[in-house]
């Protein structure tokens, strides 16, 4: 099996605009995470699916950020009216685990930049 | 509210030599995990080591081991033997499934 994708890995928007970045988990992994990383520092954590269900987003950072996984597999998490804040590397990660210790297989990033 | 340390921010060691990258945190949960995560330059983050706060033994995988002074909250990682390949940024991390994050120690291996 192939690891875990990341789609597109680069995008540049410009302040105001809607993205929608894509993850596509490890086949079989029940829980997905999200994470902002800035520029320089560690990743924050967004957000986490098992399976289709959101059972925690209490990292998002504003209402401009939404995250769905409608089938239990690919997710997605949107932004809208991007902002220069938003700037940063989005991770996603995906583990077979429904609980502790959540072993984590982390997708190459979405570098975004917001001009 | 959980927090990770890292307070070396960039260390170089000499191929082949052992390096140990230092992790403090903080919690108030009584079952917690803490893990080693490496991110090479343009690449990404991989687990390295994994340790059961309620486990005493600290845990080792091939070159790596960590010292996990519970009592104290820190969570360090040894490297022995040293290669080209561990030039990398590297994380720890505390939780279950929401993990928090040390800032990361960029760590080179010179030849």
């Known amino acids: 099996g192939a690891g875990v994708s990341q789609s597109p890995r680069y995008k540049v928007a410009k302040r105001g605009q809607d993205v929608a970045l894509r993850c596509d988990p490890i086949?079989?992994?029940?829980?997905l995470f999200w994470y902002q990383q800035a520029l320089g520092q560690g990743p924050e954590f967004l957000t986490y699916?098992?399976?289709?269900?959101?059972?925690?987003k209490s990292g998002l950072p504003s209402d401009r950020f939404f995250a769905e996984r409608p089938e239990g597999s690919v997710s997605t998490l949107k932004i809208q009216r991007t902002q220069q804040e938003d700037s940063a590397v989005y991770l996603c990660?995906?583990?077979?685990?429904?609980?502790?210790?959540?072993?984590?297989?982390f997708g190459p990033g979405t570098r975004l930049t917001v001009t | 509210a959980q927090t990770v340390t890292q307070s070396q921010p960039e260390m170089s060691v000499q191929e082949a030599e052992t390096v140990t990258l230092s992790c403090t945190y903080d919690?108030?949960?009584?079952?917690?995990?803490l893990f080693w995560y490496k991110q090479p330059p343009s690449r990404q983050m991989i687990l390295v080591i994994r340790?059961?706060?309620?486990k005493q033994q600290n845990a080792t995988e091939n070159r790596f081991s960590v010292n996990f002074q519970k009592a104290a909250k820190s969570f360090s990682l040894k490297i022995s033997d040293s290669q080209l390949g561990d030039t990398a940024m590297y994380f720890c991390?505390?939780?279950?499934?929401?993990?928090?994050w040390g800032a990361g120690t960029k760590l080179i291996i010179k030849p």
């Open positions: 990660a995906s583990s077979r685990d429904r609980g502790p210790p959540y072993e984590q297989y």
């Open positions: 340790q059961e706060a309620y």
């Open positions: 991390a505390l939780g279950n499934y929401q993990l928090i």
């Open positions: 699916f098992q399976n289709e269900a959101q059972l925690d």
């Open positions: 086949s079989g992994h029940v829980s």
């Open positions: 919690t108030s949960e009584s079952n917690y995990y």
